[in-house]
């Protein structure tokens, strides 16, 4: 079973390789827009849409697509679009709870079979005064909500209910789950 993961995402990456898949990295050139409201639907058509383009590809793979966003009081947090965007992300999420959503699909085009799923995981953010904001706003500009809780130097998640692996980007239990559905053919 070829096995492909359609993101350059380091963190997605590192995880797959760390439950002992071989795989591919062949990166979706899809633009990042749904019209799904929910942030469930939003993550889940995402992945969907990625693993999709590279399965258009590769039809006798199973390809993974991937999406990560932060919601927070009310409003769906994606990637800042630059470091005054992410110091805004930052000033909502601080002292804050917010919702990681990651949504995941894995699919073979050949033997049409689509699977897709998400995880939720709590992060309750520190407070932290303006200026460590304004420091951290231009550190993690590539990631959902401005923060990235597996950097060593990022002290601005205190404290996660659920997953880690799902606020890294790749909820590896659903992915489990998932792929013993292609194992078992």
């Given amino acids: 079973m070829r096995l492909i993961l359609a993101s350059s995402s380091p963190r997605?990456?590192?995880i797959l390789k760390r439950l002992g898949y071989k795989f591919d990295v062949i990166t979706a050139g899809v633009k990042e827009t749904t019209l799904k409201k929910r942030p469930s639907g939003k993550v889940m058509d995402l992945a969907l849409k990625k693993?999709?383009?590279?399965?258009?590809?590769?039809?006798?793979?199973?390809?993974?697509?991937?999406?990560?966003?932060?919601?927070?009081?009310g409003e769906v947090l994606g990637k800042p679009k630059d470091k005054k965007d992410a110091l805004r992300l930052l000033k909502k999420e601080n002292g804050s709870w917010q919702s990681v959503y990651s949504g995941l699909a894995v699919i073979c085009k050949n033997k049409n079979k689509i699977l897709r799923g998400y995880d939720i995981t709590r992060c309750k953010a520190r407070h932290l005064d303006n200026k460590t904001l304004l420091e951290?706003?231009?550190?993690?500009l590539d990631k959902a909500g401005a923060y990235a809780m597996q950097d060593k130097d990022d002290m601005f998640i205190e404290r996660c209910e659920g997953s880690q692996d799902n606020v890294v980007g790749f909820p590896s239990e659903l992915f489990l789950e998932m792929i013993?559905?292609?194992?078992?053919d």
């Fill in 180 to 184: 013993k559905e292609f194992e078992n």
């Fill in 12 to 14: 997605r990456q590192a």
């Fill in 51 to 73: 693993a999709f383009s590279v399965a258009a590809l590769y039809p006798d793979a199973v390809v993974i697509g991937g999406d990560t966003l932060v919601y927070c009081k």
């Fill in 136 to 140: 951290l706003s231009g550190k993690h």
